[in-house]
């Protein structure tokens, strides 16, 4: 089945304690995404990578880390979460250059930083 | 990216069509316009897309203004499984950086 697959699904954790939430895709796409969404301002674009070893900030990357060494994976990083990173996480891919341009987004892992 | 202008809430009854309207008036010739929808804290779900011509597929269909300013995704037969936000989206179709501006979309509200 394809699909895109984040965990953990759920996190509470403390001010500082670093921190990785990690992305899988199984479609072989280039494309990957991270978005945070809070209420009132919707989904955010934090980082997105449009294949292996490429990544570019979004809207908003401070306080966040990514990487891409396979084209299967991309991990969120947060070396030292603050409360202002509270927020439910989804991670997306996609082809490129696609007309359709469909997203696959994951589940989504919401976080909580005490 | 064109901005979009949608209701920010609708309620349509289970078994009746929903039709939800979407403002693109700053669309530009190269851009299409695509409908996701998120069910309650899911990740959003591609619906459908379309550029100039009216557009069908299994889950909805989308009719396009001929001047290209707004346009319409229809649910046909409403369930209560289509309570969900539905987000449209103006934007290049092969845009390589591929980012999703979500604005705030429609709460559709699907009643018994």
């Known amino acids: 089945e394809a699909q895109v697959t984040q965990n953990p699904r759920y996190l509470i954790t403390v001010t500082g304690k670093k921190l990785t939430v990690t992305c899988s895709q199984n479609?072989?796409?280039?494309?990957m995404s991270w978005y945070r969404q809070d209420p009132g301002l919707g989904l955010r674009q934090i980082y997105y990578?449009?294949?292996?070893?490429?990544?570019d900030k979004g809207d908003v990357p401070e306080g966040y880390k990514v990487s891409r060494k396979e084209k299967r994976n991309f991990p969120l990083i947060l070396e030292s979460p603050s409360p202002n990173q509270t927020s439910l996480y989804f991670c997306?891919?996609?082809?490129?250059?696609?007309?359709?341009?469909?997203?696959?987004f994951g589940p989504g892992t919401r976080l909580t930083v005490l | 990216d064109a901005k979009t202008t949608q209701p920010p809430s609708m309620d349509c009854a289970e078994g009746r069509a929903a039709n939800l309207p979407c403002n693109h008036s700053?669309?530009?010739?190269?851009?299409?316009v695509y409908w996701y929808r998120q069910i309650h804290s899911q990740g959003p779900q591609y619906i459908i897309h379309?550029?100039?011509n009216n557009e069908t597929n299994e889950m909805a269909s989308l009719i396009i203004t001929e001047d290209r300013k707004s346009s319409t995704l229809i649910l046909p037969h409403a369930t209560l499984r289509d309570t969900a936000v539905y987000y449209c989206?103006?934007?290049?179709?092969?845009?390589?950086?591929?980012?999703?501006?979500f604005g705030g979309g429609t709460r559709l509200m699907v009643k018994p």
């Open positions: 997306a891919s996609s082809g490129i250059g696609l007309v359709r341009n469909e997203q696959f």
């Open positions: 479609m072989n796409h280039e494309y």
């Open positions: 990578s449009m294949n292996v070893e490429v990544t």
């Open positions: 700053t669309i530009s010739g190269n851009e299409y």
């Open positions: 379309g550029l100039k």
């Open positions: 989206i103006v934007r290049v179709g092969n845009n390589a950086g591929n980012m999703l501006t």
